[in-house]
């Protein structure tokens, strides 16, 4: 396949890894022969990975999970090249992971190569935040391996049998991929400001009626829901990793009170954050011990 890749980041037990695609056309690439296992978030375009009696239909919003030992081949369906962060494991590390998930059907199943999962505000926040935390040197080796690990949780607690989404047709995707690829990228960095619809659906060219509506048919949320299930995501990280009053991390979260807050918080974990905090530093075993720093992105 003619594509860049390159190794951003590589730890003990795995690398973490840029694609991009360079093909323009839409075409099959030859076979290619899986040797790791892999998650694979897809950033940009759309493509069809093609497995053994599965067609899985990739864009933003996807994640992508390859067992070792298989071939497959990508179809290029889109002109605007894709990009990929591919987070690949190192083999030992890969028969730890069985030992703790093997009994997921898609492990025990040697017909089920690969198979695509649609993910949600929380896990693509997970993914942002590692790649800003690499890219701008901040992350420490433990927190970035804490968050790989959460990474796979998530991602493997969701598997299920791939079936495509019918709402989201070729033309769709074909017109409105890069509306969705600009407005996950305006919210992921754009979080902690007050955003109105009208800036989003202007900095994505369509307008505000027609953006709402694609954005739930691609991810099924409204943009408010995903906004604040990524700013709820960034406070639960500081305050298990962190120090920082719950004041500060509501504030620096992109919450405009505590009250509001607090109260989003509750919903969603089920436990106020200072008590949230608690029951994570007693399970951990920190107690009042130091915080690793998380960096405010």
Not at 177 to 194: G, P, Q, W
Not at 211 to 240: C, G, I, Y
Request: proline share 3%; glycine share 4%.
């Amino acid at each position: 396949m003619d594509a860049d890749i390159h190794t951003l980041y590589e730890s003990d037990f795995y690398r973490v890894m840029d694609f991009r695609c360079r093909c323009t056309e839409c075409r099959t690439s030859k076979p290619e022969y899986n040797t790791e296992f892999c998650i694979s978030f897809v950033r940009k375009g759309n493509f069809l990975f093609n497995v053994f009696r599965r067609s899985l239909d990739s864009y933003s919003g996807c994640v992508l999970v390859t067992k070792p030992g298989y071939e497959r081949t990508v179809t290029h369906t889109h002109a605007i090249p894709d990009e990929c962060t591919i987070f690949e494991f190192k083999t030992g590390f890969f028969k730890a992971m069985l030992e703790h998930y093997g009994k997921i059907p898609f492990f025990t199943d040697n017909d089920w190569h690969s198979t695509l999962i649609k993910t949600n505000a929380e896990t693509e926040f997970l993914h942002f935040h590692i790649i800003k935390l690499i890219l701008n040197r901040t992350g420490g080796k433990l927190q970035i391996d804490n968050l790989v690990m959460e990474v796979i949780e998530k991602v493997l607690s969701n598997i299920t049998n791939y079936k495509p989404d019918l709402r989201i047709n070729t033309r769709l995707k074909q017109n409105h991929l890069v509306t969705i690829e600009r407005a996950k990228d305006f919210l992921s960095n754009h979080f902690t400001d007050d955003i109105s619809l009208m800036q989003i659906a202007e900095y994505c060219f369509v307008s505000p009626f027609h953006f709402s509506r694609l954005f739930k048919t691609f991810t099924s949320e409204t943009p408010h829901q995903f906004l604040l299930t990524l700013r709820l995501k960034n406070a639960e990280l500081s305050l298990r990793n962190t120090a920082q009053p719950v004041a500060d991390i509501a504030f620096s979260s992109g919450f405009n009170s505590v009250e509001h807050f607090t109260a989003a918080f509750k919903q969603k974990y089920n436990c106020p954050p200072a008590a949230y905090r608690q029951q994570h530093a007693v399970a951990s075993g920190t107690g009042n011990k130091t915080y690793y720093h998380y960096s405010k992105l």
